[in-house]
């Protein structure tokens, strides 16, 4: 069984920092993908970050780009996002997502099968 846990939302200042934290477990394979995406009220859900898991290829959408950073902890199957320089526009929930394999264009909602239950950010002006 596939489980995907967030941790680390809260407040923060404009121009502040946080770091979610997404561990998987029960995810047996190679080759897999994860990502975060964000949802903020009345808006669809954003594709944010994605990392190719065995290659460490990454993916940063325009509107975080220089701003937010991926990092990970192989042993601890955990996937970190960086948030620098927050901005007001960054408040969403955020979730985090994982799926076997790996394909171009794969950094999409639709092709992750395995969801986080989200953790809130909010960022404060």
């Known amino acids: 069984q596939v489980q995907v846990v967030e941790s680390g939302g809260g407040l923060v200042q404009a121009g502040g920092s946080l770091r979610l934290s997404c561990t998987v477990s029960g995810l047996t394979s190679d080759e897999y993908i994860m990502g975060w995406f964000r949802q903020a009220p009345g808006k669809e859900r954003e594709r944010i970050s994605c990392?190719?898991?065995?290659?460490?290829?990454?993916y940063y959408a325009e509107s975080v780009k220089g701003r937010f950073t991926l990092a990970r902890d192989n042993a601890k199957n955990t996937l970190y996002l960086q948030m620098n320089n927050t901005k007001p526009e960054d408040t969403a929930m955020y979730y985090c997502a994982a799926s076997r394999g790996w394909s171009f264009g794969s950094c999409v909602a639709s092709y992750f099968g395995y969801w986080g239950q989200g953790t809130q950010v909010t960022v404060a002006s």
């Open positions: 990392i190719r898991w065995r290659a460490g290829t990454t």
